[in-house]
């Protein structure tokens, strides 16, 4: 079956560095993806991972372990506008269809 | 400046009543697909297409139905058979780079 689990709700103080976990079990796998979401809007791409290891962009960080279906967000010098749902989402390897499974979320809420 | 246009914005059934919600997107990327977002849960995968005049049930495909005559349209028909049909859909496209790229939802409420 096809399983992605992530934390329901995080908080953190504006300026320092969240980790936001997801961990996988999917039938195929072909990379993995992180997307910002505010409330009432689309998501938008903010990672891409399919080679363990770190990809760094700006203040965002994300991290693969594909032998332990493990990925991470790292958010550093948070600022108010982090605020947001951050979800996870695998793409599996059936036929090229694009298709991406999709975690519950995670809501990080920053505080002053 | 390409993007993807979803239309209404929010929309308001009545019980038994069949909507159709457009996304029309000018990026010409061939693959499209239809998500399905709820409270407290992921987006969850409803009719995708990879190409014009062809398109794949995903994983919660009942009470809809879709349409791609064109590569630039793929609209949705949430039908009365759909039992809980409240919720935000989103239409994406799949980028030339692998990811998806979403519009800006359409939120329907059926009263």
């Known amino acids: 079956g096809q399983n992605i689990d992530q934390p329901t709700e995080m908080t953190a103080t504006e300026g320092a560095i969240v980790q936001i976990n997801c961990t996988y079990q999917?039938?195929?796998?072909?990379?993995l993806f992180w997307y910002q979401q505010h409330a009432g809007e689309a998501p938008t791409f903010l990672s891409y991972?399919?080679?363990?290891g770190l990809e760094e962009k700006g203040r965002f960080s994300s991290f693969l372990s594909r032998s332990k279906g493990y990925s991470y967000l790292l958010l550093k010098e948070l600022q108010m506008k982090d605020s947001a749902s951050y979800l996870c989402?695998?793409?599996?390897?059936?036929?090229?269809?694009?298709?991406?499974?999709f975690g519950q979320g995670t809501t990080l809420q920053v505080k002053p | 400046d390409g993007g993807i246009t979803q239309s209404p914005k929010y929309l308001f059934r009545k019980e038994g009543q069949n909507v159709t919600l457009s996304c029309e997107q000018n990026?010409?990327?061939?693959?499209m697909y239809w998500y399905r977002q709820d409270p407290g849960q992921g987006l969850r995968l409803i009719y995708y297409?990879?190409?014009?005049?062809?398109?794949q049930k995903g994983d919660i495909a009942e009470g809809y139905s879709v349409s791609r005559e064109k590569k630039e349209s793929f609209p949705l028909t949430v039908t009365s058979a759909q039992k809980n049909p409240t919720a935000f859909y989103l239409c994406?496209?799949?980028?030339?780079?692998?990811?998806?790229?979403f519009g800006e939802g359409s939120r329907l409420t059926v009263l």
């Open positions: 297409s990879q190409i014009v005049n062809d398109f």
């Open positions: 999917t039938s195929g796998f072909n990379g």
């Open positions: 989402a695998v793409r599996d390897f059936s036929g090229n269809t694009g298709k991406l499974i």
């Open positions: 994406a496209t799949k980028t030339n780079t692998g990811e998806l790229f």
């Open positions: 990026l010409n990327h061939d693959a």
């Open positions: 991972n399919v080679l363990d």
